[in-house]
């Protein structure tokens, strides 16, 4: 024998109707707040309690952002100053080679006195250059004179005032560059005897002096000198590359962490507008469901 | 008992019947108002009614649980509103964003790791160890006032929940008299009963049939006697002052708005402690390294900031200026090694012990995520306890509330009732008169 299935069904007073139909609007009314607000603002995540762990985890995120930022702005500013010392070096090469030539010209035993003089001229400019090329500035930085950034590092006659030291710039990939140097590490110091400035002043002293023996020795000094600054130019060309590859490497990590951000706290647009559309359909109904439910009342039969 | 008897005794059934549903109509709308419905019995020997009293519908299971649900509602909402306010502090407009402005101040020395002479940055520094340092004290500043403010709250509540719990003890001593007079005391019940959830919503407070109210397993009405609850400790804690002495509540067994509010409070609390934990702990790793080195005037052991003794916000040290950043490792002014090392600091580990082997970025994600969950965890509590309450409502209201469909459905029902019983009433009187006539 089959049995037909009771459903119970409560009465429902009034007062709980009403109730029940005003919680219910409530709850749909937030409903449609929260997706109007992800909507508003793009992001699921605006506050702690709307996620916990991804806030947190975003905020640690965000924090990384800064400091990959940092690194980019860190690297692009290193970048520059090596470009400049790339750029002093570049000159002072093209004038170690100058002043080669005019030695070599000076030492193939042709030449008088006034020569020799005119040639001593030339090799004065050069030695001026070569200071002035000592001691370039970035900004107000002498990057050339180690860590005592604030001094011109060479005097007139290529005497070497700076410090010994250099400095040094940490990234997160504990990769690390020198951004000034110590110039006596690349034009020498006429003071001690060593480099450009010392080969140029013995140059110069040969050739106002009319010794052509001497002009003809200063020239392996010369050349050992353009060795120097072509090897602080290998130097600082693999610095360039190291900060371009940081801040390569930076940009690219910082869009990871951006798109781990978004995956986060970004709201999916086109589930926040369906939640929208279902909230406000919800909505409508409960506001009809009240309405009808007056409508029906035994009050209304009765009259 | 005669017909005439009988049938006046189904008039005055009926009429009560009708008296008793038009009180139920009227009061459908009343908020803790119970239905109430005519007690009939027989009366003599059977034959008429007799109204032997109105009986008011109760759910007292129902009633406990629903204040239950109700108070735990309260006190999560408490809770939410509290620490709700203190969160939005926390995110950048708020000016709480500790973890950022920590970090800006880790890229300034980065920035002036590879520029130590540069005044520009040097002054930018200076600004971004300004704005952390105010940070701290907006933060701080700001959480204690979300506290306070929730705390000068409270007193207004012991009063609300002190006012009610003394009109419980009146309602007792009237619902005695009325009960001993015979009256209908269902209205009083429905009194007592709503200040009873009221005083449950407010304090976590359980009552029974008897009127009587207890929170912890601590009397707060006994039949007729009331006793107050009292704020003391700053606000913190609440007494019940009890004829013997006051006595202490532990926190845990406040519940309700009251409870709530001091739980949120002790929660914002506790954030602020936490956040000068790190912020301090943070900053003495700063002017641990800052003091080893040399600023451009070559002055040295200079702490960046100033701390103090018990966890609280940080200021600026007022002998620091641009020239006095501590970039150089060794006082020159193209080195800027230290300040190189203090921007590593962003990626140290441990750098706050309370924090295990956390960063301060990460120490500040735990901090922000844990609250975030406090405040979560209160609304969705908030919410359920709320939907418990209200379905167990919707069950007491089917067998307390009025239906003012089903009062009418009966009105028609007493309706017949009483052209029946008046028409028994006229046959009676037609029988008598039939039989005087034929006696005559």
């Known amino acids: ?148 950034t604030d ?50 002043q013995s140059l110069l002293s040969a050739l106002n002096a009319g010794d052509q023996a001497g002009v003809r020795g200063a020239i392996p000094a010369l050349t050992g000198a353009l060795n120097q600054i072509g090897a602080v130019q290998a130097s600082v060309g693999a610095s360039i590359q190291v900060v371009e590859s940081v801040s390569s490497a930076a940009a690219t990590q910082s869009q990871q962490v951006d798109s781990k951000i978004s995956i986060l706290t970004d709201a999916d647009i086109a589930r926040v507008s369906a939640d929208a559309a279902l909230a406000g359909a919800k909505e409508q109904a409960l506001i009809a469901i009240a309405s009808q439910s007056r409508q029906i009342s035994l009050v209304n039969i009765l009259a | 008992m005669s017909v005439s008897s009988i049938g006046l005794s189904g008039i005055r059934a009926a009429e009560a019947q009708l008296q008793t549903a038009a009180a139920n109509i009227a009061n459908a709308n009343v908020q803790g108002y119970s239905l109430e419905t005519v007690q009939l019995v027989p009366d003599g020997d059977g034959a008429g009614v007799r109204v032997s009293g109105i009986q008011r519908a109760s759910a007292p299971f129902l009633s406990r649980e629903i204040n239950a649900d109700s108070a735990s509602a309260a006190f999560n909402a408490a809770l939410f509103q509290v620490t709700n306010s203190a969160q939005a502090i ?66 207004e509540l012991v009063g609300e929940a002190n006012s009610a719990l003394r009109q419980v003890a009146d309602l007792n001593r009237q619902i005695a008299a009325v009960r001993s007079s015979g009256g209908n005391f269902g209205p009083l019940e429905d009194q007592r009963d709503q200040l009873i959830a009221t005083i449950a919503a407010l304090t976590g407070a359980e009552g029974d049939v008897q009127g009587d109210v207890s929170l912890g397993g601590i009397p707060l009405v006994s039949g007729t006697d009331s006793y107050s609850l ?68 070559g002055s040295s052991g200079n702490a960046l900031f100033t701390i103090p003794a018990t966890p609280g916000p940080i200021a600026i040290n007022s002998a620091i200026g641009p020239d006095q950043i501590a970039a150089s490792s060794r006082g020159m002014p193209g080195d800027g090694s230290n300040a190189g090392s203090i921007a590593r600091l962003s990626s140290q580990q441990g750098i706050a012990p309370a924090f295990g082997l956390s960063t301060a970025s990460q120490a500040w994600g735990q901090i ?32 307390t509330g009025v239906s003012i469909n ?35």
């Not at chain 1, 009034?14 to 707040?33: M, S």
């Not at chain 2, 002036?112 to 040097?122: G, K, N, Q, Y």
């Open chain 1, 151 to 200: 001094t011109p590092p060479f005097t007139a006659s290529g005497a070497y005032l700076g410090s010994s030291g250099a400095n040094v710039v940490d990234f997160f990939n504990q990769a690390s560059v020198k951004t000034t140097l110590a110039g006596s590490a690349v034009f020498g110091d006429s003071g001690a005897g060593t480099g450009i400035m010392s080969a140029l």
């Open chain 1, 1 to 148: 024998m089959r049995r037909a299935n009771l459903v119970s069904i409560e009465r429902m007073s009034d007062l709980a109707f009403g109730a029940a139909t005003v919680a219910a609007l409530n709850a749909a009314a937030a409903e449609l707040q929260t997706a109007q607000t992800q909507l508003a603002t793009g992001r699921r995540v605006n506050q702690p309690s709307d996620d916990p762990s991804a806030f947190g985890q975003a905020s640690v995120l965000t924090t990384m952002k800064s400091s990959l930022e940092e690194e980019i702005n860190q690297a692009n500013t290193a970048a520059s100053r090596l470009n400049v010392i790339s750029g002093a070096l570049e000159h002072a090469a093209n004038a170690i080679q100058q002043a080669i030539q005019i030695a070599e010209s000076a030492a193939n035993g042709t030449n008088n006195p006034q020569n020799l003089a005119d040639f001593g001229k030339a090799v004065e400019g050069i030695m001026e250059a070569m200071v002035g090329l000592g001691n370039t500035k970035d900004g107000n930085v002498y990057v050339f004179s180690g860590e005592a």
């Open chain 2, 230 to 297: 009292v704020l003391t400790g700053s606000s913190s804690t609440i007494s019940i002052d009890l004829p013997g002495g006051p006595i202490q509540l532990p926190s845990e067994a406040i519940g309700g708005t009251i409870g709530g509010t001091l739980a949120g409070v002790e929660q914002v609390l506790s954030l602020a402690q936490k956040i000068n934990i790190l912020i301090d702990s943070t900053s003495a790793a700063i002017n641990s390294v800052h003091a080893s080195g040399f600023g451009l005037d």
């Open chain 2, 368 to 399: 922000v995520a844990a609250f975030g969950e406090v405040v979560k965890g209160a609304n969705d509590s908030s919410r359920q306890s709320q939907a418990a309450a209200q379905a167990l409502e919707n069950f007491r209201s089917s067998i």
């Open chain 2, 90 to 155: 926390l995110s950048p407009s708020g000016g709480g964003d500790i973890s950022g402005l920590l970090q800006n101040l880790f890229n300034m020395f980065e920035s002036l790791s590879a520029s130590p002479e540069d005044t520009v940055i040097r002054q930018q520094v200076v600004s971004a160890a300004q704005q952390f340092a105010d940070a701290s004290v907006i933060v701080t500043n700001s959480l204690r006032g979300v506290a306070e403010t929730s705390a000068a709250g409270l007193s």
């Open chain 2, 406 to 440: 089903e009062q009418l459905a009966l009105i028609l029902q007493y309706e017949n009732e009483l052209q029946a019983s008046g028409r028994v009433v006229a046959a009676a009187s037609d029988m008598i008169s039939f039989l005087i006539q034929t006696l005559q």
